[in-house]
């Protein structure tokens, strides 16, 4: 990867941390930018759907309807003019076995994420499918 390649991942990295921040989750917060020829064309974080109080959790679970951050910044991209044919996905966390479907489905042709999730099976999906997948460590 060139430099100033890097230099953008790391820049929209970061911005993706800080819309982790806007998530009313308390066990995780995850945020996501969908970036095409280098503009912002989406973002989402982790929380309850529309019309839903802002309680992602209940007893330590968090509520099965709460949507993943990059499951809401494809859905914002679906109920507009855009299209995330050959975009870049960045997450603060590596997308699960079923966000990993909407994203090669919703035609994104790379991820870079922060942070890895427990389970590992949306990436090895991904690497199948052919998305590009860049692992960035050092952003917080």
């Not at 951050?69 to 050959?86: D, G, H, M, P, R």
């Not at 998305?131 to 952003?139: A, F, G, M």
Request: with cysteine; hydrophobic share 35%.
């Amino acid at each position: 990867m060139d430099k100033k390649q890097l230099k953008y991942d790391e820049a929209y990295m970061r911005m993706a941390f800080e819309w982790a921040k806007l998530s009313y989750c308390e066990r995780k917060k995850v945020g996501a930018l969908i970036v095409k020829d280098r503009m912002i064309i989406s973002d989402g974080f982790n929380g309850t759907p529309t019309g839903f109080e802002n309680c992602c959790e209940e007893e330590g679970s968090t509520k099965w309807y709460v949507l993943h951050a990059e499951a809401n910044a494809i859905l914002k991209v679906a109920a507009s003019t855009q299209s995330c044919k050959n975009s870049t996905l960045y997450i603060t966390m590596s997308p699960c076995k079923e966000c990993s479907k909407l994203i090669h489905q919703s035609g994104i042709k790379r991820v870079v994420y922060a942070n890895a999730y427990k389970d590992t099976t949306g990436l090895e999906f991904l690497q199948k499918a052919g998305v590009e997948l860049t692992y960035l460590n050092n952003i917080k």
